[in-house]
């Protein structure tokens, strides 16, 4: 099994900055995607940056400039830090990563337990 922790939430003014951390654990092979969703009550949950292995990154358009995703291959973490931030980024922000657990295994989704961002205005 695998285990993804998520940290950082919290609530911040608008224009402030949060930064968002996950670390993965258990039987892990090798972690493909990692990236950071987030869901509103009443929504679908979204993909708002994701990171491969090798480093190539997408955003989605509501934080690109603002929100840097990043990595740590040797670790299993992922951060995501989020600057000027605004009221419309508040969510639950979900740690996801695609993991291997063995050579012969295909990748399986893993998902984090969620963590609170709010934005005051």
């Known amino acids: 099994q695998v285990q993804l922790v998520e940290s950082g939430g919290g609530l911040v003014q608008a224009g402030g900055s949060l930064r968002l951390s996950c670390a993965a654990s258990?039987?892990?092979?090798?972690?493909?995607?990692m990236g950071w969703y987030r869901q509103t009550p009443g929504k679908q949950r979204e993909l708002i940056a994701a990171?491969?292995?090798?480093?190539?990154?997408k955003y989605a358009d509501s934080v690109k400039g603002r929100f840097t995703i990043s990595r740590d291959n040797a670790k299993n973490t992922v951060d995501l830090q989020m600057n000027s931030l605004r009221p419309q980024d508040t969510a639950v922000y979900y740690c996801?990563?695609?993991?291997?657990?063995?050579?012969?295994?295909?990748?399986?989704?893993?998902w984090g337990q969620g963590t609170q961002v709010t934005v005051s205005s």
């Open positions: 996801n990563a695609k993991v291997r657990s063995s050579w012969w295994a295909p990748g399986k989704d893993y």
């Open positions: 990171i491969t292995a090798g480093g190539s990154t």
């Open positions: 258990g039987s892990i092979f090798s972690i493909n995607t």
